[in-house]
């Protein structure tokens, strides 16, 4: 049972334009979303998180938006840099207990 | 501050084989949690330990064991290997739980034939 889902598993933008990733979640007891980044041969890296209590919050290039009626959140990144070519993972909790994770979104950006 | 630092990188076994895994947290860190990675499966959570104790586990048979030590250094053990369970296994450290954030190692990638 895929609880927080990336329907997405790649994406290609061209740099400088506007990345969309997307990510849906089926459990109404989550309250806490957070987006990695990992790299080949590297750990997932924290990127930007959101509390159930907002619907956006944003961290330079990047917004996390949460519409909570639709279980949705996305994230944008805007402009889109060749450095953010990477595999990102959505993940959900309740009370920031134990994550949940999406299955990842790679984006390739396109020079 | 150095990072979360698991070892071995790479490992290879055979079927039937256990394996231990360990894990050292960033420096003051005592929360430390352990997550499967396997391509369409996303990351999956096996457990996390808190001051030695474990707080949470995961959907994971019985073969599947940790431990956190005073240090807040972890182990996770995988016994009678079968081939599912070939996958990139991934340490995470916070300082103490209900953070939401953790720091990542670079995971321990196990093969088995």
């Known amino acids: 049972d895929q609880q927080v889902k990336q329907n997405s598993p790649s994406l290609s933008v061209q740099e400088g334009r506007i990345s969309i990733l997307n990510c849906d979640y089926t459990n109404s007891m989550f309250d806490y979303f957070l987006w990695y980044k990992k790299y080949p041969a590297e750990g997932p890296t924290f990127l930007i998180s959101i509390s159930s209590i907002k619907d956006k919050n944003e961290d330079g290039r990047f917004t996390v938006f949460l519409n909570k009626s639709a279980k949705h959140l996305s994230l944008h990144i805007v402009p889109s840099q060749p450095g953010d070519s990477a595999v990102y993972f959505c993940?959900?909790?309740?009370?920031?207990?134990?994550?949940?994770f999406g299955t990842g979104t790679r984006l390739t950006i396109i020079p | 501050k150095a990072g979360v630092t698991q070892t071995p990188r790479y490992l290879i076994k055979t079927r039937g084989q256990q394996v231990t895994l360990s894990c050292s947290p960033i420096?003051?860190?005592?929360?430390v949690s352990w997550y499967q990675q396997t391509p369409g499966q996303g990351l999956q959570f096996l457990f996390e330990?808190?001051?030695?104790?474990?707080?949470n586990k995961g959907n994971f048979p019985g073969r599947f064991s940790g431990r956190q030590f005073s240090n807040s250094r972890s182990e996770m053990n995988v016994s009678t290997l079968e081939l599912g369970d070939s996958a990139l296994y991934l340490c995470a450290s916070s300082y103490i739980p209900h953070t939401g954030e953790l720091f990542f190692g670079e995971g321990s990638r196990l093969t088995v034939l």
């Open positions: 993940a959900a909790s309740e009370k920031r207990e134990k994550l949940t």
């Open positions: 330990y808190f001051s030695e104790t474990q707080r």
């Open positions: 420096s003051g860190h005592r929360s």
